[in-house]
């Protein structure tokens, strides 16, 4: 009997966390961070049922917030196995869970003067640097495509997902006395023929299949169509001489958008103008990106063979203290400004929606998937005033949203990836999505392949 356990991603799309628990083992696949409104707060802690001295291992699908951002709690709770990821994956969550403590420890910091002149008690943050570190030191890298042992009866294989760098698919094997059954977590798909990132690869076995649903009741804009948008808009911003708001994931959303900007100055589709890289979280990422150029396509490596990418950005600047972000509120426009949180839940970005968004010639550009009560969310439906750190800002900014950046896969990428499973007729698990993405997506897998999808909500536990 096989046991799943769901501490997050059920009915929503933020705080992937599925535990595994076979006769022999128990596994862990990703442990990610809530996010998206006050209320997802109560959720970011160790779930009192999850007993960390009994995990045999933790699998993490990629780096994102989302998928890893609470594997500190574990090591905090007495957590010392094994973290398998693989190599990218292992880099990037250090880059990101460190950039995650530093943040929280700014914030806790600002939130508890305000509690202090309240006379309330402190908070202490989810988690600390040494925390961080203790987790990092855990982490076991792991090549794709090669099964590993992860627990006593449990292997592993980690597949291209296409999402992120290093991100991964994982194909679990349990085996009991001589026979055996197969698990599959898509963790998030990337997109067809997206820029840099190699497709994802699936699988041909499973006899359970945890699938993310993010987009599943639809296809994003075809990426072309996608990139002259992009390039229309940002030509208008540049006559009107206004700043370019980039709420930017710093890992994976900011080097595919620098990557198309280079494309379009080499090929002289738009003038070169400023461009501020606003994170020093993104800047370290796309020093990681490119130590690993085995992992991109082909068209990318082309393009760095024929002359250097970064001869073509040579009007990026780099901000990466907080002085060199404020000095950005002096800089006139036209200019680009990348800066996180992507869902517009924290970092830099907020300052800058502060500063512009009231202003009429401010062009606001989203890029990727904003979840359920984020501010970015608000702004994407059209929201004409909004609150930030506690003040009312107008929103007189063009706010343009361009889904086919998005790095996760449409609804006939998702159904091309879960088809050569169908054919093994297995127990289909929806994961990572809304209502509103996981049921349009349910209907289509029963209407195609005769399997009616189960769809768990946070807590749930199913047998198999």
């Not at 009192?48 to 780096?63: G, M, N, P, Q």
């Not at 709770?77 to 994956?89: F, H």
């Not at 698990?183 to 497709?199: C, T, V, Y």
């Amino acid at each position: 009997m096989i046991r799943i356990q769901f501490h997050g991603a059920a009915g929503e799309v933020t705080g992937s966390a599925y535990l595994v628990e076979t006769p022999r083992s128990r596994v862990l696949v990703d442990f990610g961070m809530f996010q998206g409104g006050e209320h997802k707060a109560e959720f970011n802690r160790l779930p009192e049922s999850l007993d960390v001295t009994r995990l045999d291992a933790v699998l993490v699908t990629h780096a994102h917030l989302d998928h890893c951002g609470r594997l500190p709690l574990l090591t905090r709770a007495g957590y010392s196995g094994p973290i398998y990821c693989t190599e990218a994956t292992s880099e990037l969550t250090a880059l990101i869970l460190r950039d995650s403590a530093k943040v929280q420890a700014q914030d806790i910091e600002r939130l508890n003067r305000k509690r202090q002149r309240a006379d309330e008690p402190p908070l202490a943050p989810l988690y600390g640097a040494a925390d961080v570190e203790k987790t990092v030191s855990l982490f076991r890298q792991t090549p794709y495509d090669r099964p590993v042992q992860v627990a006593p009866d449990v292997h592993a294989r980690f597949v291209e997902a296409g999402h992120l760098l290093g991100s991964a698919s994982i194909q679990l094997r349990i085996d009991r006395n001589g026979e055996h059954r197969c698990l599959a977590f898509s963790g998030d798909l990337g997109p067809r023929g997206a820029p840099i990132l190699k497709d994802a690869v699936g699988f041909h076995k499973a006899d359970a299949v945890m699938l993310e649903s993010t987009y599943g009741d639809r296809d994003h804009k075809p990426l072309a169509d996608t990139v002259l948008e992009f390039e229309r808009i940002v030509r208008e911003a540049v006559e009107r001489k206004g700043k370019i708001l980039v709420p930017t994931f710093a890992v994976g959303r900011a080097q595919l958008l620098l990557y198309l900007l280079a494309v379009m100055f080499r090929n002289k589709a738009i003038p070169k103008f400023p461009i501020h890289v606003d994170s020093p979280m993104a800047l370290e990422a796309s020093r990681i990106y490119l130590k690993h150029l085995d992992l991109f396509d082909e068209d990318f490596q082309q393009m760095q063979r024929q002359r250097p990418l970064l001869e073509d950005l040579d009007t990026v600047r780099a901000s990466p203290t907080a002085d060199d972000s404020k000095a950005l509120n002096n800089c006139p426009g036209p200019c680009m400004i990348l800066a996180g949180a992507g869902m517009c839940t924290a970092g830099r970005i907020l300052h800058h929606f502060k500063q512009n968004l009231w202003k009429p010639e401010t062009t606001v550009i989203i890029v990727g998937f904003q979840g359920e009560g984020t501010l970015g969310r608000q702004l994407v439906e059209g929201a004409s005033q909004v609150n930030i750190m506690g003040e009312k800002i107008a929103v007189k900014a063009r706010v343009h949203t361009l889904g086919g950046f998005s790095a996760h896969a449409g609804q006939s990428d998702l159904l091309r990836w879960f088809e050569p499973l169908a054919r093994c007729e297995p127990e289909v698990i929806l994961t990572h999505g809304e209502a509103k993405g996981r049921e349009p997506l349910a209907r289509l897998i029963e209407e195609r392949h005769g399997l009616k999808a189960r769809k768990p909500m946070h807590g749930d536990e199913l047998v198999l």
